[in-house]
């Protein structure tokens, strides 16, 4: 072997043993994060998701019916047999008994923020989430039906 090539060999030796040290010091807390574990770590919060969603829907935050429809599809997301059928029966009420209110308030507020939403010109938006030909409007469950799919696939 030359004499450049043993202490090239040496110098990597010398690093490994270094980086071996360092490991130890650091112990298994401050191990490496791969990327894959970055993203679910720093992934954004459902919660923020769906608020970013209806805001640019045009729904306006200060109304009764935006924290109905945001706890409605964060609810139909933790239980997806919600969204098929149980939205009068089980997910009204649920919300209700959270905002200390009556089912039909529920019911009534989450249907005027649907109908704003509608009013806005945000054609190309709503036609992503809901495909609408000629209908100007859905009924409520399916309104949520539909965000709880969108944020899903997105």
């Keep these: 072997m030359t004499e450049d090539r043993k202490e090239l060999l040496r110098e990597l030796n010398a690093i490994s043993k270094r980086i071996e040290e360092i490991v130890s010091i650091l112990g298994e807390e401050e191990r490496v994060i791969k990327p894959e574990e970055k993203t679910a770590q720093y992934a954004e919060p459902l919660e923020v998701k769906i608020t970013k969603l209806l ?29 098929n059928g149980g939205i009068t029966n089980i997910l009204y009420p649920a919300i209700a008994e959270k905002f ?7 019911e009534r507020a989450i ?8 009013s806005r010109d945000n054609f190309k938006l709503i036609n992503e989430i809901f495909y609408l030909s000629d209908k100007h409007t859905v009924p ?3 309104f949520i039906a539909g965000l709880v799919e969108y944020i899903r696939m997105n």
């Design 100 to 106: 200390k209110t009556t089912t039909p308030r529920v």
């Design 55 to 83: 805001k640019e829907l045009g729904a306006p935050a200060s109304n009764l019916g935006f924290g109905y429809i945001r706890e409605a599809i964060i609810l139909c997301i933790e239980d997806p047999t919600l969204s």
């Design 111 to 118: 249907r005027h923020e649907k109908e704003i939403i509608f």
């Design 140 to 142: 409520n469950a399916e």
